[in-house]
Each structure stands twice: as C-alpha cells, then as structure tokens.
C-alpha cells in the first residue's frame, strides 16, 4: 500500500491552556503513546474534517437525490397548514 508523500511542516499554531488542561491533554496524548503536538493536531484536524465535511460533503444514491430534489422543489405550505410548526415560531427563543 502506497503512503502519500509527508507535507512540509513549516507553520505554527499557538494556544494557551490551563494546567488542568494541559495535564488532561498529556495524560491522553501518552495513553496512546502520541506526543503532544502530535495528539493536539490529530484532534483538531479530525474535528475540521467533520465540520466541514458536513458543510461540503452531500452525497445521496439516485432514488433519495430524487426525493430531496422533489422535496425542496414543492411549494411552501402555511403557517396555517402547519400548527405545530406555527407555535413553535410564536414561542420566544432562549436567544430572545
């Protein structure tokens, strides 16, 4: 099985933690034997992924593509048609 080639680290990250956290960051790092750095960047890396593979990424086989597209396409109904959905619009929200 063919590696892909390693990319040229030449840029830093910098970030303050607690002791706490810091100690909490360590005792994980070394319970599967990954230095710090290393641990903290596999993290954040696969946290980035996941974010934005859920902003980017969108694949659905033909029959549920279909049904999205027929979905999104269909006029929007009343507020009126959709009383649940009305009072929830009416309640106030933890933002206002």
């Given at each position: 099985m063919a590696t892909a080639p390693k990319e040229l680290k030449d840029k830093r990250l910098y970030l303050r933690v607690s002791p706490r956290q810091r100690e909490v960051i360590s005792e994980a790092a070394e319970a599967i034997d990954k230095d710090v750095s290393s641990f903290v960047l596999d993290a954040a890396m696969m946290?980035?992924?996941?974010?934005?593979?859920d902003r980017r990424v969108f694949s659905l086989d033909d029959d549920r593509w279909a049904a999205f597209q027929q979905a999104i396409d269909r006029p929007v109904e009343p507020l009126a048609r959709k009383p649940r959905l009305k009072k929830l619009l009416e309640q106030p929200s933890v933002l206002d």
């Open positions: 946290d980035a992924q996941r974010v934005l593979g």
